[in-house]
């Protein structure tokens, strides 16, 4: 078979490709806010664009919470270290052994590795579509769902480079090697033929399952998908740190505004202690039913799961309820990790998201803070978290929720390891300090480089000190 030499143009790219519009409004965004001063807006332009840039790369370390109600967190660890290096001889890869967050007794990290540069590119081809991709690069195998192109003369047991159609211009059961702009992931050993994946497609006969085994990977990072799900949930750094920041306690009234898929509600449920009351939502039935799952998977018994809209969560009258909408004043602790832009996730090489949607977002989210600001008690405390990099969906937000409820006072967190928030908004100094910013950081050997190679995430923490009025 013959050899390809490795070319610089099928490397992760050097930023996410976005929409041009939307680029554009990245850059500039603190020209939106008319008290942002010159010197501030073009440090965040900076930093905006040096956030991009590091977007594609995934993170070099893969974070795990163990489920501390039911085992203790040291022989959990023993276990996870056993799993590991099982999927890890299966492979011939070594990874650096796992260890506890500092900080965070229940989250272990384990360290990845790469990038490769000495992979060698086959003739063989197999396609994949981006979310397959970026699941590849933080050491996911190739499902059979994932792949979109493949030799014609494909079958099992071929080794194959694998590619990720930064362009979509592959179609489905494409049989030719793509000629638009491609990402190469690594090789692998085809599991199932051509044939396999494209002819066999009636309705009682859909494949599933790996399709390709990455052994060679640009990026390798632990294969998690076989791991005990009921003591084991992969989450990202930050995420685990929200409910840290929280600090649900044991017989607490906590409500999850937007819960789904569960990470932080199977995490405040084990603060818990399941103890206490948890009132889990989400708007979409399916998720809810998963959620459902994992609740259940993870013996959390504290847990009340509602199909329900967050943002008509709050009723008028003060008369008690089961289910939501509930009367002003019933939790102690609310979490709103709010829908957003999702633009802080890594690896992603492309977002095809329009300005008007990445627009729509703010005020989408104000209407669930309205109603988190009714529903929670004098002294309670409200977490505001998203998974994005806009000023607006963040910064801009917390000035906005602190010109519009005087009863809300922006708190100081525990632990705060990320960063502070970026200059460019509304937001003043001393605030800033208080807000949490995961801003990628890729460049450091130090011993906490595990804090800062995160996805862009961002925390805010608010005490309620008197009832609205
Ligand atoms: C960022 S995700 C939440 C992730 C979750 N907290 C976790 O840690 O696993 C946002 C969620 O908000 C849900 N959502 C969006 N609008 C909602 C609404 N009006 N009411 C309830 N849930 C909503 C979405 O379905 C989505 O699952």
New binding site residues.
């Given amino acids: 078979m013959e050899r390809n030499e490795q070319t610089a143009d099928d490397c992760l790219p050097p930023q996410i490709k976005l929409n041009s519009e939307v680029l554009e409004y990245l850059k500039t965004e603190s020209l939106n806010f008319p008290k942002s001063i010159e010197s501030d807006r073009d440090r965040c332009e900076k930093e905006i664009c040096r956030i991009l840039s590091l977007l594609p790369i995934p993170p070099l370390f893969t974070v795990v919470r163990v489920n501390t109600l039911q085992q203790d967190p040291e022989s959990l660890l023993a276990l996870l270290k056993e799993q590991l290096i099982d999927n890890h001889r299966k492979r011939a890869v070594q990874l650096a052994e796992p260890f506890f967050h500092p900080l965070m007794p229940d989250v272990v990290i384990i360290p990845n590795a790469g990038p490769v540069q000495s992979i060698e590119r086959r003739e063989d081809q197999i396609v994949v579509d981006h979310m397959c991709g970026m699941s590849v690069l933080r050491g996911s195998e190739v499902f059979v769902q994932g792949i979109i192109g493949a030799p014609l003369d494909m079958t099992r047991g071929d080794i194959v480079s694998l590619y990720v159609d930064m362009e979509g211009s592959c179609l489905r059961g494409q049989t030719q090697p793509l000629k638009g702009e491609k990402i190469f992931l690594g090789n692998g050993v085809a599991l199932v033929s051509r044939n396999q994946i494209f002819r066999d497609s009636s309705p009682d006969h859909v494949l599933s399952g790996v399709g390709v085994s990455v052994t060679n990977a640009l990026y390798s990072a632990p294969r998690l998908d076989n791991l005990t799900s009921d003591l084991i949930f992969a ?1 990202n750094l930050p ?1 685990a740190v ?1 409910s840290y920041v929280l600090n649900p306690q044991p017989n607490d009234t906590v409500l ?10 199977t ?1 405040i449920a084990t603060l818990m202690r399941n103890k206490g009351r948890l009132v889990a ?4 039935k399916l ?1 809810v039913e998963r ?1 459902t799952s994992l609740v259940s998977c993870w013996g959390l018994t504290c847990v009340e799961v509602y199909t ?6 709050l009723q008028d009258s003060a008369e008690a309820t089961k289910g939501p909408p509930y009367p002003p004043g019933t939790f102690d602790r609310i ?1 709103l ?4 832009s ?1 633009l802080g996730q890594r690896p992603s090489c492309c977002n095809k998201m329009g300005l008007s949607w990445l627009k729509s977002f703010p005020m ?1 989210q104000r ?2 803070l309205r109603q988190a600001v009714g529903l929670l008690k004098v002294g309670g405390t409200l977490v505001y ?3 994005t990099i806009t000023l607006a969906e963040n910064e801009e937000q917390v000035a906005w929720v602190l010109a519009t409820f005087p009863q809300l006072v922006l708190t100081a967190q525990e632990p705060h390891i990320g960063d502070t928030g970026l200059v460019g908004s509304s937001l003043s100094p001393e605030h800033l300090k208080l807000v949490h910013r995961f801003k990628p950081d890729v460049s450091g050997d130090s011993k906490d480089a595990f804090n800062r190679d995160t996805i862009g995430f961002f925390i805010a923490k608010f005490i309620k000190v008197e009832n609205v009025k």
């Fill in positions: 989450q995420s929200c999850d505004m937007c819960a789904a898929p569960g990470g932080k509600t995490h939502i989400d708007r979409t998720k959620l329900f809209d967050s943002t008509k969560s979490l990790d709010a829908p957003c999702a989408y209407k669930l978290s998203t998974c």
